[in-house]
């Protein structure tokens, strides 16, 4: 689902590229390590900043990356401009990836598969879409922190069929992937490092 003006703003801030590129990413790296010489898919990559942290912090050759909201897209595409034919951006639906089987050596998630009513046929195609061996690095949060008080009445999110830590590890365990790592973090949100 598109997000609403108020979460746009709150995604698109320094604070949150700052929260991104110094705790989620760190954490990532720390857990999952590096993707380095990589072909690499961003799901719900917003304007970018993901992007600039998997080629900074992670090392990857290519990204792919794309977004539900064609708005969005075009403002990573302005501001990513600089990476030329290293970079394919896109207007997408993480539950149905308009690239081929096997494709990619590492898929990342910024906090993108809560927004997804249909949740776990985000998991499979981001399955699909992986190498065999390739890895999933994954921030997540969870239906706790989306049924908080003043998040459900600032943000729009799906109510049904939510995830907390256990059903996220589950969804991923029955979609094929191996959990390699995870934290949860107070049952708000959650790292993941999975392979396929």
């Known amino acids: 689902m598109i997000l609403n003006k108020i979460e746009k703003m709150l995604m698109n801030n320094n604070i949150r590229a700052f929260i991104q590129r110094h705790f989620e990413a760190k954490l990532l790296f720390n857990m999952g390590g590096s993707a380095s010489n990589a072909t690499v898919l961003e799901i719900g990559c917003g304007r970018g900043v993901g992007v600039e942290i998997i080629y900074d912090i992670f090392g990857a050759k290519n990204i792919h990356a794309f977004d539900l909201d064609s708005d969005m897209v075009n403002i990573a595409r302005k501001r990513l401009y600089k990476y030329g034919d290293k970079l394919n951006l896109w207007v997408g639906d993480v539950t149905n990836i308009q690239s081929n089987d096997n494709f990619y050596d ?91």
Not at 139 to 145: G, L, M, R
Not at 148 to 159: A, C, E, K, S, T
Not at 187 to 194: E, N, S, T, Y
């Open 106 to 196: 590492a898929v990342f998630d910024f906090g993108i598969i809560h927004h997804v009513p249909n949740w776990i046929d985000a998991l499979k195609e981001i399955y699909r879409v992986l190498k065999p061996g390739g890895r999933f690095y994954c921030e997540e949060i969870f239906e706790a922190f989306i049924n908080f008080p003043i998040w459900r009445m600032l943000l729009d999110h799906p109510l049904e069929n939510r995830f907390d830590y256990l059903k996220f590890i589950n969804g991923l365990k029955e979609t094929g992937f191996v959990i390699m790592s995870s934290k949860n973090f107070y049952q708000q949100f959650g790292i993941f490092i999975a392979d396929k």
